[in-house]
Nanobody, 127 residues
Framework: QVQLVDSGGGLVQAGGSLRLACAAS????????MGWFRQAPGKEREFVAA????????YYADSVKGRFTISRGNAKNTVHLQMTNLKPEDTAVYYC????????????????????WGQGTQVTVSS
């Protein structure tokens, strides 16, 4: 089992920045990819970004490319999501997630392929 604790959300004005963190514990050796998803009220959970746990390859949704950066943290078993130039449409609950080995890289874009989830952290961007 893997436990994920995400943090760092808050209220920010449009154009501002926030940095989310996700700390993993437990059987972290089973993690191959860590990702971030978000869910706004009345909408489905959507992919934001992901990073390969060992090699550092990163993947982004088109809507956040150039604004968000996912990275491994200096602390062991942590992942960060640096969000800049935030827009009101970025408002959502953000969840970190992790999964083990999958056959295709594209699997990391879909929430159904993730095994473990954090509790979520609210990000609100005011206009």
């Amino acid at each position: 089992q893997v436990q994920l604790v995400d943090s760092g959300g808050g209220l920010v004005q449009a154009g501002g920045s926030l940095r989310l963190a996700c700390a993993a514990s437990g059987h972290t050796f089973s993690i191959y990819v860590m990702g971030w998803f978000r869910q706004a009220p009345g909408k489905e959970r959507e992919f934001v970004a992901a990073i390969a746990w060992s090699g550092g390859n990163t993947y982004y949704a088109d809507s956040v490319k150039g604004r968000f950066t996912i990275s491994r943290g200096n602390a062991k078993n942590t992942v960060h999501l640096q969000m800049t130039n935030l827009k009101p449409e970025d408002t959502a609950v953000y969840y970190c997630a992790a999964h083990g080995p999958r056959t295709y890289v594209s699997a990391s874009y879909y929430a159904r392929n993730y095994d473990y989830w954090g509790q979520g952290t609210q990000v609100t961007v005011s206009s």
